[in-house]
């Protein structure tokens, strides 16, 4: 997933996370502006990712805390990962059942999400592509996006892509890092959502949960260097419905 992260108190000019704030803050004045601004950014934040995949993947993706309670009962059927990254939530459905397909738009965490389910024989198929405008071909019994949101009104739009990608009675799961935590981290007002705020952008579903969670050992030890604020995070939880 290629998510938001947090900031690092160490080599802040190397850290993902802070370096992701900064390029977020610009990103954010950049709105109003020209495409071709918009393009540069994208295209800065597409460099950013594959760096962080190549150089420290450890430090990028999240460990699922959420997933396996909320599969509960569903059955299973196809899936789509918004935001995958190198695949760990997806692999993990694959490895259930679930006829998966992945989409993240930096290619190097495609490739290794894709080397890992062909490697592991898995129904997982990936592709490198924009949450925001990516046109699902099918509709999907399942849609997650776990801390791949990617702020502001772009959050918006990729919320948007999942309203189109679920078929009916189908089931979305969307875990962020909630508002809470942008005080916390030094984020930019809009880039992170409460659960509230992620509801409201889902127009059409039945809202089955919406609440903060707090999730204790997001990272895996005080040494993690993404814990320098803590091991513990508050996370904007919904599960949503297509009646």
Known sequence: MAARPWPCSENRDRCWPQRDWRRA?????ARSSSCAWERI???MDKDFWNDAYRQEPNQVMIPDLLLDQELEGL???TALDLGCGSGQNALKLAERGWSVVGVDWAEHAVELAARSAQEKSLDATFYVGDTTTWEPPVKF???ISTYALPG???SKRTLQTALKSLAQEGTLLVAEWDRSMSKVWGFAGDELLSPEQIA???PGLEIEKAEVR???NVFSSADDRRAYKGTSANVAFVRARKP
């Open 25 to 29: 803050s610009v990103r954010t004045a």
């Open 41 to 43: 950014m994208s295209d």
């Open 75 to 77: 059955s299973v059927g």
């Open 141 to 143: 019994d399942l849609v």
């Open 152 to 154: 502001g009104d772009d």
């Open 200 to 202: 409201e952008l889902l």
């Open 214 to 216: 707090h999730l204790k």
